[in-house]
T-cell receptor, first 111, second 116 residues
Framework: DVKVTQSSRYLVKRTGEKVFLECVQDMDHENMFWYRQDPGLGLRLIYFSYDVKMKEKGDIPEGYSVSREKKERFSLILESASTNQTSMYLC??????????FGQGTRLTVV | AQSVTQPDIHITVSEGASLELRCNYSYGATPYLFWYVQSPGQGLQLLLKYFSGDTLVQGIKGFEAEFKRSQSSFNLRKPSVHWSDAAEYFCAVGAARGSTLGRLYFGRGTQLTVWP
């Protein structure tokens, strides 16, 4: 089975902190994605990566950056966390053969 | 522009009744279509996918979906709903990007409530 693992289920951070959300996949997928999910807004794409060291902005990249130094790992970085970044963050990896698979999500609260 | 519409925000059915969740998409290329289910506080689990071939696809948990190109639809069905099916359901569309799968576009989701 494809496994996408996010490092934390729940996080509480203070405004202004630098926050790292980590995601690891074990299927050798080239593509990885970060979404955030908010009630009434559905899933919105923040960043995605089609290869190591490559990244592309999604629909809402402001306030975020990403890092992909290894194929299996895709990190989302909040440079200076703000309360409006309180959300559920979902990582996914995909291939044409398998489709897209999601991690269990990280519920981030910024206080 | 790419988009996915799930017209029903919330559906309530009785346990044992049949279910159909609607999904319409707008996509310029040949679409790859997906249905996901999400339980509260969890990630999204893939129910089924359509890439090509037979337009009726079977998924996990007794779900199936039918791709109708003429209607740009990919509706999810289940003949008899169980209480454990209560969750939120998301339809998604994507396309090939070279030899791989590009980004997915998601609908807003349909919340399913099951009455005993």
């Amino acid at each position: 089975d494809v496994k996408v693992t996010q490092s934390s289920r729940y996080l509480v951070k203070r405004t202004g902190e630098k926050v790292f959300l980590e995601c690891v996949q074990d299927m050798d997928h080239e593509n990885m994605f970060w979404y955030r999910q908010d009630p009434g807004l559905g899933l919105r794409l923040i960043y995605f990566s089609y290869d190591v060291k490559m990244k592309e902005k999604g629909d809402i990249p402001e306030g975020y950056s990403v890092s992909r130094e290894k194929k299996e790992r895709f990190s989302l970085i909040l440079e200076s966390a703000s309360t409006n970044q309180t959300s559920m963050y979902l990582c996914a990896s995909s291939s044409e053969r398998h489709g897209a698979f999601f991690g269990q999500g990280t519920r981030l609260t910024v206080v | 522009a790419q988009s996915v519409t799930q017209p029903d925000i919330h559906i309530t059915v009785s346990e044992g009744a049949s279910l159909e969740l609607r999904c319409n998409y707008s996509y310029g290329a040949t679409p790859y279509l997906f249905w996901y289910v999400q339980s509260p506080g969890q990630g999204l689990q893939l129910l089924l996918k359509y890439f090509s071939g037979d337009t009726l696809v079977q998924g996990i948990k007794g779900f199936e979906a039918e791709f109708k190109r003429s209607q740009s639809s990919f509706n999810l069905r289940k003949p008899s709903v169980h209480w454990s099916d209560a969750a939120e359901y998301f339809c998604a569309v994507g396309a090939a990007r070279g030899s791989t799968l590009g980004r997915l576009y998601f609908g807003r989701g349909t919340q399913l409530t099951v009455w005993p």
